[in-house]
């Protein structure tokens, strides 16, 4: 190359690259400051609870329905993955699914097999996942499903790297319905850690999903809740259609028909694994009556949310004496311990949580927020139980009195308050508030209740184990780094 005026050298060209290079950490950490600064501080600005929400909330719930809505408890990890296929089965001409968490493991594909089973029958599928699991949602996973012509799927708030302000608003709720006749609802994820026995996850987590039959299709009920819910939802604008495969059509039919090879060969192993779940339902037989369910949910709209979930629960424990709480986890705020506090005093009702020991329990931050919070749980007047099982639990139910029982998504945490979608189901049935307060008194006698002075008096059933040295010096440096961003969590 010959140098001259006004030519570039082989000597500028490497000084520009260089001067490129030296400015990429640059540009990672201010992307990272950004990252930081979107995550963090937008939702601080807490959304306000709509203007008259209390008078709309007692309108609904002294509005007219369904009393022959019959209900059915799912509590067990087999019984979970045999009651979605006995559904997908059974399903005629529609399926829709909301789900958080939908992994391409044996849990996930195996159902998947089911779902397309169900569309190879000519029923139509509608599936809505969560964008927060890059690994499935990035994955040609999803694209491969849409690919069948009786399934379509979308995506709630897909992980965009530039609007990370975006990425805290998450779909949270967990439901299928099917035919317009039958649904499921809770808290269970669709993957190998919440259903089934798949030696690809070890672990598993207790969880509950409740299942609503409503014979009469012409009645207002709570399944029509749950698919105007859905509705809402799937028409959203940050709700995302999958992208093809590839613009390869002859490539993405061999992909696909490899996936269709692949998810025959599972359904058939479904079918000799339980053939009682391709059966009919006698539903009247399987389930329990109830006088009324009803469906508390809040906004689908990806963004700062009222809390409104959190205040319409508090409005049905108000009503109660006799009141337990089982969440996860317990990360609150100041308000909503006086909130607490007011239930046990003012309203004279007597609340117990039920929740994960700092020993056993799945989620770290939680396990934190647990050994930090006792004094605070137990100045609300409140008992305090730590599961001490064999299986960290995932449930979240209410039980109010000896009548009420709340069952869903909503754990006592800020996402939920503030941030995340979430349902719950409010059923009066004396039957099933029967059955779950006896599975409430065997997981107490498998805890220990922590008492006001520190003490702990350990359950029949406990564990009698208390936390070692090093993982308590682990979660308090736990505490110490998140406590800043205790509101995202």
């Not at 975006?166 to 299928?176: A, C, G, Q, S």
């Not at 069952?407 to 409010?426: K, P």
Request: glycine share 6%; hydrophobic share 35%.
């Amino acid at each position: 190359m010959r140098s001259g005026e006004g030519m570039l050298t082989f000597k500028d060209l490497l000084n520009f690259l260089q001067m490129i290079i030296s400015w990429i950490p640059r540009i990672i950490g201010y992307y990272l400051l950004f990252l930081a600064i979107a995550l963090i501080v937008p939702p601080l600005f807490k959304a306000a609870m709509p203007e008259n929400w209390l008078e709309r909330d007692r309108e609904l719930a002294a509005a007219p329905m369904s009393d022959r809505e019959r209900v059915m408890s799912i509590d067990d990890i087999h019984d979970a993955e045999f009651w979605r296929y006995r559904l997908l089965t059974q399903a005629e001409e529609t399926v829709d699914m909301a789900i958080f968490s939908y992994r391409d493991d044996m849990g996930g594909i195996t159902f998947t097999s089911a779902l397309m089973d169900a569309a190879d029958r000519g029923v139509k599928v509608r599936l809505l996942v969560d964008g927060i699991n890059l690994k499935t949602v990035g994955s040609e996973y999803f694209s491969l499903i849409d690919n069948h012509p009786n399934i379509e799927v979308r995506i709630y708030n897909p992980i965009r790297f530039f609007k990370p302000w975006t990425f805290n608003y998450r779909l949270h709720d967990k439901f299928i319905v099917v035919d317009d006749q039958v649904y499921m609802l809770g808290g269970r994820n669709q993957n190998s850690l919440f259903i089934g026995d798949y030696d690809d996850e070890p672990k598993k987590n207790q969880d509950r999903d409740l299942i609503v039959y409503e014979g009469d299709k012409h009645t207002r009920n709570s399944l029509m809740q749950v698919e105007d819910y859905f509705e809402e939802i799937w028409n959203l604008d940050k709700v995302k259609k999958v992208k093809p495969l590839s613009k390869d059509r002859e490539k993405d039919l061999k992909q696909y028909r490899d996936f269709e090879e692949r998810t025959g060969e599972l359904q058939r192993q479904l079918k000799e694994k339980m053939p009682d779940a391709f059966r009919e339902t006698d539903w009247v037989a399987e389930t329990l009556p109830s006088r009324r369910v009803e469906l508390i949910r809040g906004s689908g709209k990806a963004g700062n949310k009222p809390p409104l979930v959190y205040r319409r629960l508090l409005e049905r424990m108000k009503k109660g004496k006799d009141i337990i709480v089982e969440t996860p986890y317990i990360i609150l705020n100041k308000g909503h311990y006086e909130d607490f506090s007011d239930l046990n005093e003012a309203y004279g009702a007597h609340v117990s949580y039920l929740t994960n020991s700092p020993e056993y329990g799945a989620n770290i931050v939680g396990n934190a927020e647990e050994l930090f919070n006792r004094k605070a749980i137990l100045r609300t007047g409140s008992d305090l139980y730590e599961y001490m099982g064999a299986q960290s639990q995932h449930t979240k139910t209410i039980l109010i009195d000896d009548e009420i029982s709340l069952v869903g998504t909503f754990n006592y945490d800020m996402r939920s308050i503030y941030l995340d979608t979430e349902s719950m189901l409010c059923v009066d049935s004396p039957e099933l508030n029967a059955e779950l307060r006896e599975q409430m008194r065997e997981k107490m006698d498998a805890s220990r209740q922590v008492l006001p002075g520190g003490e702990m008096e350990y359950g029949p059933d406990a564990r009698k184990e208390s936390l070692s040295t090093p993982k308590s010096v682990f979660l308090k440096g736990v505490h110490f780094l998140t406590y800043p961003f205790r509101h995202l969590l």
